[in-house]
């Protein structure tokens, strides 16, 4: 009775739950990008994204400040709060005067700093500082360690947003990225067509080079193409990285659809040349139709790598700031200028993977279909 036609295999279960775990592992490193890039630098440094809920202990430094000191016998008092005079916020647990032991007496405690001199802070932040010596210009030096609420806030993506060129580093993405996702799929519909359904000579040779392209790596043929490029006069151009991503997604693209072309259902194909159909008009009315599946997964592969391309770009495009795209902005502007402050990273690489996401949901349904038709072959 297990195997009757049409009963669900006893193993579904463990493909279901296969599935869930491949889409957690793919969600949780964006889920982490996400959290990241509303928390400030700070935060991002002492503890990880799941931790971004609940409080976390830091360490801050300050100066007790010597503004209006006043006298208790022979000493002199200096008076404050360490929050106010600074940026940290929260609760404080425990302060010291030297960097290799910030947290040396606990709050509340009255330190003893030697030559008479003693400091004690609350845990809210107010500090008492005594000293027989008239206070200079510079105050002693505090360190501190302060449980600080979580931060979230809209300031990263207002930097990142309102950087000096994102909005046309956006547009020249697009730029780039929509005519070098159609033009391959235009030109290897037409070649998978003629690899699959047309006889001619040398067709086998042509399949075998195909397959043998798409081992090659690109950065072998950056160089020459860039050459090649400016001896036509499109170097450094729109034009230029257009043809650039044309020529190294076309192995991919036409493997992909020539596979799935070949298993396209024959006697239709045959059917529709026996009632005097011509090759271009099977190729238009029938097979580009059934091959849609395999024409958006490979959108989906091809959109996703020349969005997030980053070498291509720096190779076939201007340095000018009215040229750069967003990955080449992020990597030139944001990563060079503030290479340490995670927060705005996270941020741009979010906004950068934004436009793909919203791609690859749209259109995921027809990727496995397309896929799977094509690696069977």
Do not use: C
């Not at 106010?84 to 916020?89: C, R, S």
């Not at 002693?140 to 950087?163: H, K």
């Amino acid at each position: 009775m297990d195997n009757i036609a049409g009963q669900k295999s006893g193993l579904s279960w463990a493909v279901n739950i296969s599935v869930v775990v491949m889409v957690v592992l793919w969600l949780i490193p964006t889920v982490g990008l996400l959290v990241s890039s509303f928390r400030d630098r700070d935060q991002i440094s002492v503890s990880g994204w799941w931790q971004a809920p609940f409080s976390i202990e830091q360490t801050y430094r300050g100066r007790v400040s010597t503004d209006n000191p006043s006298r208790e016998g022979d000493l002199y008092v200096l008076t404050g709060n360490i929050f106010e005079e600074g940026e940290a916020t929260g609760t404080l647990n425990a302060f010291g005067t030297s960097g290799r032991a910030p947290t040396q007496y606990p709050a509340g405690t009255v330190a003893d700093l030697g030559d008479g001199a003693t400091l004690t802070i609350a845990t809210n932040g107010d500090y008492r500082y005594t000293t027989p010596e008239e206070p200079g210009g510079r105050g002693e030096r505090i360190y501190f360690g302060a449980e600080t609420p979580p931060d979230f806030s809209l300031q990263n993506y207002r930097t990142v947003l309102s950087s000096d060129g994102m909005d046309v580093a956006f547009i020249n993405t697009l730029t780039v990225t929509i005519p070098a996702t159609i033009i391959p799929i235009l030109i290897a519909a037409f070649a998978a067509y003629a690899l699959a359904w047309m006889e001619f000579p040398g067709r086998g040779l042509l399949i075998a080079a195909v397959v043998g392209l798409l081992v090659v790596p690109l950065q072998l043929a950056l160089v020459p193409l860039l050459n090649l490029h400016n001896k036509v006069g499109i170097g450094q151009s729109f034009v230029g990285i257009w043809l650039a991503h044309t020529g190294f997604g076309l192995p991919l693209a036409i493997y992909l659809l020539r596979n799935y072309m070949v298993g396209l259902p024959r006697d239709i194909i045959e059917s529709a040349k026996v009632d005097g159909a011509t090759d271009f008009e099977v190729f238009t009315k029938i097979v580009l139709p059934l091959s849609f599946p395999a024409l958006a997964s490979f959108a989906i592969f091809q959109f996703l790598w020349t969005w997030n391309d980053l070498l291509v770009a720096k190779v076939f495009l201007p340095s000018a700031d009215e040229s750069k795209v967003m990955t080449v902005k992020i990597a030139d502007d944001l990563l060079g200028s503030r290479g340490g402050d995670w927060g705005i990273l996270a941020t741009a690489a979010f906004v950068s993977i934004a436009v793909p996401l919203v791609v690859f949901f749209t259109m995921q349904r027809y990727l496995v279909r397309g896929l799977l038709a094509g690696s069977v072959k």
